[in-house]
T-cell receptor, first 114, second 119 residues
């Protein structure tokens, strides 16, 4: 079982719709959770971090964390073509992951169609 | 957030040669990390660079192949030694940050990356 898994893409949504990206993790002791956006040819850009159960909203982005289910998601409201990118879920901390290193999922490619 | 720069931004190298990648941060940070992103893949941690001590390498990565220096709290280098085409990747440094003063909630920011092609 991979440590961090994301739903396989590519995910295609029409402009203005809600894009839903999902991620599960295997280390129950994980403490910090992140969503990075990566445009083609660019480095990952941090868009959301979440540390406690529940929802965290920032503009059009909402991150949701459920530690009991070991599940973290990212919702993008009013999706725009500029949101088209690969979204990487990453986790820090846990029983098997010490020292602050990020463990990444394989990424989900999002395409927003005009 | 910290501003991170990397040099070179890209390079094309011949097999058997070595390339040193530099990572500079505009503020002092305790932990710096080096990641590799192979074509079409996600990111994989190579090693953690700690100031004043040897780097900690992940499984599958060795010091002879990827020597790392961390002379101070704002700078680190990664060398890719005796390169082969399989080393063609994007190499990224990242730094740990604690956005909340006195808090323990950490995050990480990435530099722009170094795109390496080995022929």
């Amino acid at each position: 079982q991979k440590e961090v898994e994301q739903n396989s893409g590519p995910l295609s949504v029409p402009e203005g719709a809600i894009a839903s990206l999902n991620c599960t993790y295997s280390d129950r002791g994980s403490q910090s959770f992140f969503w990075y956006r990566q445009y083609s040819g660019k480095s990952p850009e941090l868009i959301m971090s979440i540390y406690s159960n529940g929802d965290k909203e920032d503009g059009r982005f909402t991150a949701q964390l459920n530690k009991a289910s070991q599940y973290v998601s990212l919702l993008i409201r009013d999706s725009q073509p500029s949101d088209s990118a690969t979204y990487l879920c990453a986790v820090i901390g846990g029983i098997y992951n010490q020292g602050g290193k990020l463990i990444f999922g394989q990424g989900t490619e999002l395409s927003v169609k005009p | 957030s910290a501003v991170i720069s990397q040099k070179p931004s890209r390079d094309i190298c011949q097999r058997g040669t070595s390339l040193t990648i530099q990572c500079q941060v505009d503020s002092q940070v305790t932990m710096m990390f080096w990641y590799r992103q192979q074509p079409g893949q996600s990111l994989t941690l190579i090693a953690t660079a700690n100031q004043g001590s040897e780097a900690t390498y992940e499984s599958g990565f060795v010091i002879d192949k990827f020597p790392i220096s961390r002379p101070n709290l704002t700078f680190s280098t990664l060398t890719v030694s005796n390169m082969s085409p399989e080393d063609s990747s994007i190499y990224l440094c990242s730094v740990e940050d604690f956005p909340l003063a006195g808090g323990f909630q950490e995050t990480q920011y990435f530099g722009p990356g170094t795109r390496l092609l080995v022929l």
